[in-house]
């Protein structure tokens, strides 16, 4: 597992680490069961505080992305089929936000931009 980690970035690196990981699992780069690296080789891979990730890795858990084994180790909690979808929809909104704000400021008429998603999810009885 690869995470890039920012000194400069005003977000705290606990929480880009809980990202990166609740991003690979969403991605499902990251597969249910799969062994996560243990809180101190990350440490020192990424070269921050043990404490630091032992934060990222104690929310991760709580939230339920993944679950600590004593002695064994953390890993890939199984993903609820609902989370996941619910990250999707989070997703896709915000896309279509984006979208429909260019499509506003450009003054393409909502039947328009409804028109180019049945085009482009492939409902279009013409194709």
């Known amino acids: 597992m690869k995470l890039v980690i920012s ?24 597969k249910s069961n799969e ?10 891979d990424i070269r921050i505080s043990v404490m630091t990730v032992k934060k990222a890795y104690d929310e991760l858990e ?3 992305y993944i679950n600590v084994v004593q002695g064994k180790g953390c890993y890939v909690a199984p993903q609820n089929s609902n989370l996941l979808k619910e990250h999707l929809q989070r997703e896709i909104e915000k896309n279509l936000e984006m979208a429909i704000d260019i499509a506003k400021k450009n003054n393409i008429q909502k039947e328009e931009l409804i028109d180019l998603i049945t085009i482009l999810y492939g409902d279009d009885e013409n194709e």
């Open 7 to 30: 000194n400069n970035s005003a977000i705290p690196i606990y929480e880009q680490i809980k990202k990166a990981i609740i991003k690979g699992i969403m991605e499902q780069d990251l």
């Open 35 to 44: 062994l996560l690296p243990s809180i101190r080789s990350l440490a020192q």
């Open 62 to 64: 709580k939230e339920g």
